[in-house]
T-cell receptor, first 113, second 112 residues
């Protein structure tokens, strides 16, 4: 939909290991978002970015950091993964001129053992 | 706490039955409203959205939703469901670019 790819698509890691998830978009959108999806919670915003090197926290940012050094890439890092971070992670962007609607990538399924 | 509520966790219908999924939100002021659908193993796709104007909005695949401001509701409807509508449906409310809140989702199972 929005030219968004996410990598990896699946990952299994161990508690305490650092993990980085990548979101890549090809359409030069300014806003990018990271969400996690958990049963019974819908999607919850972790962090978002409104431009290169401009990021801010969302609803559930503890334990996560992000970076955006290029318009097309938005990285989500779990500094020291915990089992509670087992989830499906979705990246999203907005589509100008409609800045209110978000379009989602295919997701990354992360299992922390 | 301000939130988005979807009252039905799992709905099971037979093909050709009518569908209505409830969504209520508790935010004041101007909001933008969305319904997304997630087919098994796939990402979220936009079904429809409401920003302003006619409170009855039509989306893709025969879905529609009605915004009732006095009830803080944005219910999703479809007059006749198909087996292919089996999916999870999420209501979302956006108060600005960076504050999109989702309901917990409603899983719809349509029996052939």
């Amino acid at each position: 939909d929005a030219g968004i790819t996410q990598s990896p698509r699946h990952k299994v890691t161990e508690t305490g290991t650092p993990v980085t998830l990548r979101c890549h978009q090809t359409e030069n959108h300014r806003y990018m978002y990271w969400y996690r999806q958990d049963p019974g919670h819908g999607l919850r915003l972790i962090h978002y970015s409104y431009g290169v090197k401009d990021t801010d926290k969302g609803e559930v940012s503890d334990g996560y950091s992000v970076s955006r050094s290029k318009t097309e890439d938005f990285l989500l890092t779990l500094e020291s993964a915990t089992s509670s971070q087992t989830s499906v992670y979705f990246c999203a962007t907005n589509h100008p001129p409609d800045q209110e609607t978000q379009y989602f990538g295919p997701g990354t399924r992360l299992l922390v053992l | 706490a301000q939130s988005v509520s979807q009252h039905n966790h799992h709905v099971i219908l037979s093909e050709a039955a009518s569908l209505e999924l409830g969504c209520n939100y508790s935010y004041g002021g101007t909001v933008n409203l969305f319904w997304y659908v997630q087919y098994p193993g796939q990402h979220l796709q936009l079904l429809l959205k409401y920003f302003s104007g006619d409170p009855l909005v039509k989306g893709i695949k025969g879905f529609e939703a009605e915004f009732i401001k006095s009830k803080f509701s944005f219910n999703l409807r479809k007059p006749s469901v198909q087996w292919s509508d089996t999916a999870e449906y999420f209501c979302a409310v956006n108060r600005n670019n960076n504050d999109m809140r989702f309901g917990a989702g409603t899983r719809l199972t349509v029996k052939p």
